[in-house]
């Protein structure tokens, strides 16, 4: 008698000969040009990503574990509980090896969800019915092999959510970072030394009027085994040498606490490279400069992730690169709990119509993997405000809001930008809004539909009003004092909020490991419930955007304007500075109940900030 499972892969014999488009571009990607046919002896690489299971009981379990009043709070699973739970069927992966080997591709690496397969260009014609193209760039130094449309077999589309690259048109060319680098002074070592600070973060923002700002006292312990890290993409390093001088000039009470370098898929720890390091120092040093002493993770991430063009970016190698999450979330995912950072921060982000939505959907699926382990996922919001060039890129040639990836990913914490003090104001930059991938969360429910039931009609028909809104909090944004290859600049954007906002989530997870609590993990569900009345609430300023012009430089860049663009901030949530920004006395109060904010760095002095004991 023949087994069920021979059965089952003897009647995909037949099924296999009919074939759909899966996935599909309408027109080479703009600023792309077909440069010669591929040749069928040439060699390609891809992934194939296999559906998991049991997708909707994780989700129910990762709210389980995050929403403070369930008896599930707290209760984090380890990685290897998720695998168990989430890996694909048997019955995917048979039929996924067995097509690929019937089409004579043997070189597989089958790798829980994912097979990588190393072949021919004619075998990969074969195998997704299509046609590989050599394509260019006007600005790239090398053609990238793609094609623009692929199909698969009837009976292997509902295994698999995507075949890449295919139809995904990337570069591997830099970009610049998106902190922005206002004003440069260099500085001799008597001159550090004679660095005066302004403790209300005013006219320049330092950790220590941050730590003043947002009423962080608390000394965190070291040795207790919580960690906070952050992400390093497009071949930034952190630099060694540029957070010694930072930590002598504004930070003297982190004095000589390094970081931890993890390299992933190819990264690099150049310290001497001559590529842009801003980013990464602005992460680097302000992450130290809020959470010290605790330990500090860099992970340096090589490759780039697939690209769709749009308006904003027409030009991938030029002006546009995708951060590879994928890559990353994978290496990371395969860590132990113990040697994931309870809190990670990621400073990068792209309009979310670029991400191919099965691509999008996956990587927001991991990050809420992450934080059903017990992990943060910190983005920064991004800095377009409400969108720089507002027109879909579907062909409907709609105007359009432009939402924010991963920023709009429901789980993660998105972080938007304030500036002043007394009161904080929200920043023209801040970006948020509403996704078109993910409807709206209900642990946010009630917060945005306060917010749109005070808007009308205003921005009507420019934004999904039941999308996933975004950010969920923020934080200073402008004016960050930053060393950058011995030179101290002023940085500003969402970029230098999120490090801020991930340092004080950190020092949080300290005091909660410390007294043997679990961590804060996914905390968007705690941030909208109990977390509102632990922040400070921004109700002044308002974000723009959709002008005609590119944002900080202010270039025409051809899109539809939009008269009076904006979101305002009001009490409440806002798509402009969430619910506001943080209280960490008010926030220990709440996560920590009878933990003193106390033993940290004390408020400044006639001009000396020290460490408490």
């Known amino acids: 008698m023949l087994s069920c499972k021979l059965i089952y892969l003897i009647s995909l014999l037949g099924l296999t000969q009919a074939t759909n488009t899966f996935e599909s571009l309408k027109s080479v990607p703009r600023g792309w040009t077909q440069v010669k046919a591929a040749t069928g002896e040439e060699n390609i690489k891809l992934r194939l990503s296999l559906k998991q299971q049991n997708l909707n009981t994780f989700y129910d379990k990762l709210l389980e574990v995050s929403t403070p009043d369930h008896p599930q709070y707290g209760n984090h699973y380890s990685g290897h509980e998720l695998r168990s739970l989430l890996q694909p069927t048997e019955e995917a992966s048979d039929a996924a090896i067995s097509w690929l080997q019937d089409n004579n591709i043997t070189a597989i690496n089958h790798e829980g969800e994912y097979i990588l397969l190393s072949t021919t260009v004619a075998k990969a014609n074969a195998l997704l019915g299509t046609t590989f193209n050599w394509y260019t760039n006007p600005d790239t130094s090398k053609p990238i092999l793609r094609t623009l449309s692929y199909t698969v077999p009837e009976a292997i589309a509902p295994h698999i959510n995507f075949v890449q690259p295919t139809t995904r048109f990337s570069s591997l060319e830099p970009r610049y970072t998106s902190s922005q680098i206002k004003y440069q002074t260099d500085m001799s070592p008597a001159k550090w030394a004679a660095t005066q600070v302004n403790a209300s973060c005013a006219n320049m923002v330092t950790p220590t009027c941050l730590l003043d700002l947002y009423n962080v006292h608390y000394k965190a312990d070291p040795n207790n085994g919580n960690t906070v890290g952050y992400a390093s993409f497009l071949e930034e390093y952190a630099r060694n040498a540029d957070t010694i001088q930072f930590e002598q000039a504004l930070a003297p009470y982190a004095m000589n606490q390094s970081f931890k370098v993890v390299q992933f898929n190819g990264g690099l720890n150049d310290q001497n490279s001559a590529n842009d390091s801003g980013e990464a120092n602005l992460d680097n040093q302000y992450i130290i400069g809020i959470s010290s002493p605790t330990p500090v993770t860099e992970f340096s991430v090589g490759g780039r992730g697939p690209f769709v063009p749009d308006g904003d970016q027409p030009d991938p190698a030029a002006t546009s690169q995708n951060e590879p999450y994928l890559d990353f979330l994978v290496s990371l995912m395969a860590l132990p709990n113990e040697q994931i950072p309870n809190v990670i921060s990621i400073s990068y982000g792209e309009?979310?119509?670029?991400?191919?939505?099965?691509?999008?959907?996956?990587?927001?699926?991991?990050?809420?993997?992450?934080?059903?382990?017990?992990?943060?996922?910190?983005?920064?919001?991004?800095?377009?405000?409400?969108?720089?060039?507002?027109?879909?890129?579907?062909?409907?040639?709609?105007?359009?809001?432009?939402?924010?990836?991963?920023?709009?990913?429901?789980?993660?914490?998105?972080?938007?930008?304030?500036?002043?003090?007394?009161?904080?104001?929200?920043?023209?930059?801040?970006?948020?809004?509403?996704?078109?991938?993910?409807?709206?969360?209900?642990?946010?429910?009630?917060?945005?539909?306060?917010?749109?039931?005070?808007i009308g009609d205003k921005n009507k028909g420019l934004f999904n009003a039941s999308g996933r809104a975004f950010p969920d909090v923020s934080a200073q944004s402008n004016n960050f004092a930053v060393v950058d290859k011995g030179v101290l600049g002023f940085s500003r954007g969402t970029s230098a909020a999120a490090p801020v906002f991930a340092g004080v989530v950190a020092m949080l997870n300290s005091a909660r490991v410390s007294q043997g609590m679990p961590t804060m993990g996914f905390m968007n569900p705690w941030l909208y419930s109990n977390g509102t009345s632990a922040m400070n609430d921004v109700t002044t300023g308002a974000s723009t955007g959709c002008n005609g012009l590119t944002r900080f430089n202010a270039r025409p860049n051809g899109s539809p304007i939009v008269?009076?663009?904006?979101?305002?901030?009001?009490?409440?949530?806002?798509?402009?500075?969430?619910?506001?920004?943080?209280?960490?006395g008010k926030m220990l109060a709440s996560t920590s109940p009878g933990v003193p904010n106390t033993g940290g760095v004390r408020k400044r002095s006639h001009g000396v900030w020290s460490r408490g004991r």
């Open 351 to 454: 309009n979310e119509q670029e991400i191919p939505p099965t691509y999008a959907m996956q990587v927001c699926n991991m990050f809420a993997q992450l934080g059903a382990r017990g992990k943060t996922v910190i983005f920064a919001s991004g800095d377009s405000g409400v969108g720089d060039f507002c027109l879909a890129n579907d062909g409907s040639n709609r105007t359009t809001f432009n939402a924010q990836f991963p920023s709009s990913c429901p789980y993660v914490t998105s972080v938007g930008g304030t500036a002043s003090v007394a009161p904080e104001k929200a920043v023209f930059f801040s970006s948020g809004g509403f996704s078109d991938v993910w409807a709206r969360p209900a642990y946010q429910d009630a917060a945005v539909t306060a917010y749109l039931s005070k």
């Open 563 to 584: 008269p009076g663009a904006s979101w305002n901030a009001t009490d409440g949530w806002d798509p402009v500075s969430g619910i506001g920004t943080p209280d960490f």
